[in-house]
């Protein structure tokens, strides 16, 4: 557990604190240009990893962390931060060490176990945030969408709280012609998309209110547009909806049940050799980006800088639709980008298909996080 809140609302620097689970040192592959960081190619147990961020907001709000080692096998878990980045910052601590110790049984990592992870991880936020409450209000409305992936014994686990998404590349069948193909994995929990809409007034069926349209977007409650999330306390318990937190997240009807909820979507699937690479991406890459153009880039390039060459990708989409050239886009500072496009974060994943039959096959271990800020 972290201190006080107060560590993780104060001023961005460092690396996390758990020095079991310290960042691999730099290598020759990692590099920074202005608000992007990189990782063009690292060797996991599960393949080659690529992972890129691009800050937009003042204090960045994603985080990611890759975790390659016994007897997790590969984990890639990407954030997504709103209304700060509190939130983001401690799952991205906790939801490691939280999986670890949930798969510690003779089963490994499960679907159970990893619901049992982001459990673990929610719960001792909003521990957190109640014991600083009184001095920090704003806490409670800190939140993060959370995206997790598992290669465990050849099977893939995805993991979604939010909209972040993970797309898959695969070979298409035998005479269906040569495009790869992209299966989107992650269920989304977004307000805007009908089913989700759905779903929170089947949940809530005495409030009619639950889903509202404000400003052309649908969001929960009026305030936001994800129905789970990590954090986001002020729609889980109704303790925190007083007047101590801003009047725009305030909930003007009382509750007595969570409006929002933690518990992930899960998918999980056995890998097969047609199966080619995973891109996790927060959802400020799909924005300006489909699914197919997405796989369609990393499958037409080599694999070095799969990430970073993706949100290049994004970004060149997002100055065009400004009529800005991408040079202009590049030069305008953090805070002030967050009105052209969101921070980015994504994790490619090439899957080695020879070193997962091989099971414990000898690869050095690795553990990568993106900087806490650029």
Not at 116 to 133: C, H, L, M, P, R
Not at 334 to 357: G, S
Request: proline residues 6%.
């Amino acid at each position: 557990m972290l201190g006080p809140l107060l560590r993780f609302l104060s001023a961005c620097g460092g690396t996390s604190p758990h020095a079991p689970n310290a960042p691999s040192p730099a290598s020759a592959d990692e590099g920074r240009d202005g608000l992007l960081w990189w990782r063009d190619l690292a060797r996991c147990a599960a393949g080659d990893l690529s992972a890129a961020l691009v800050q937009a907001n003042h204090v960045l709000e994603d985080q990611c962390r890759l975790h390659s080692a016994p007897p997790l096998g590969t984990l890639l878990a990407l954030l997504d931060g709103h209304a700060g980045h509190a939130a983001a910052r401690f799952a991205c601590d906790h939801l490691l060490p939280n999986l670890r110790d949930a798969a510690a049984g003779p089963r490994g990592v499960t679907e159970a176990a990893i619901r049992a992870a982001f459990a673990a991880t929610e719960g001792a936020f909003i521990a957190e945030v109640s014991s600083q409450f009184d001095a920090h209000p704003d806490a409670a409305t800190v939140g993060s969408c959370c995206l997790l992936a598992v290669i465990h014994n050849r099977t893939l686990f995805v993991a979604n709280l939010g909209d972040s998404r993970a797309v898959l590349g695969r070979k298409p069948a035998r005479g269906s012609g040569g495009q790869i193909v992209a299966d989107q994995l992650s269920s989304e929990h977004n307000a805007n998309m009908e089913p989700v809409r759905q779903e929170l007034l089947a949940e809530h069926p005495d409030d009619p209110q639950i889903v509202a349209l404000k400003h052309g977007v649908w969001r929960v409650k009026g305030i936001i547009q994800v129905s789970r999330s990590l954090g986001d306390a002020y729609l889980k318990d109704a303790k925190f909806n007083t007047d101590q937190i801003k009047p725009k997240f305030r909930v003007a009807e009382p509750f007595s049940r969570p409006i929002m909820s933690a518990d992930p979507s899960i998918v999980s699937r056995s890998l097969q050799p047609t199966d080619c690479f995973l891109i996790l991406a927060s959802d400020g890459l799909w924005e300006h980006l489909s699914n197919q153009e997405a796989v369609e880039i990393v499958h037409s390039n080599p694999r070095a800088g799969s990430a970073k060459r993706l949100i290049k990708a994004a970004l060149q989409e997002a100055a065009r639709k400004r009529e800005m050239r991408y040079s202009d886009l590049m030069r305008i500072d953090k805070k002030v980008r967050r009105h052209f496009h969101d921070d980015i974060t994504v994790i490619v994943l090439f899957f080695n298909h020879d070193l997962l039959a091989k099971g414990n096959a000898p690869v050095q271990p690795l553990s990568i996080r993106c900087p806490l800020d650029n």
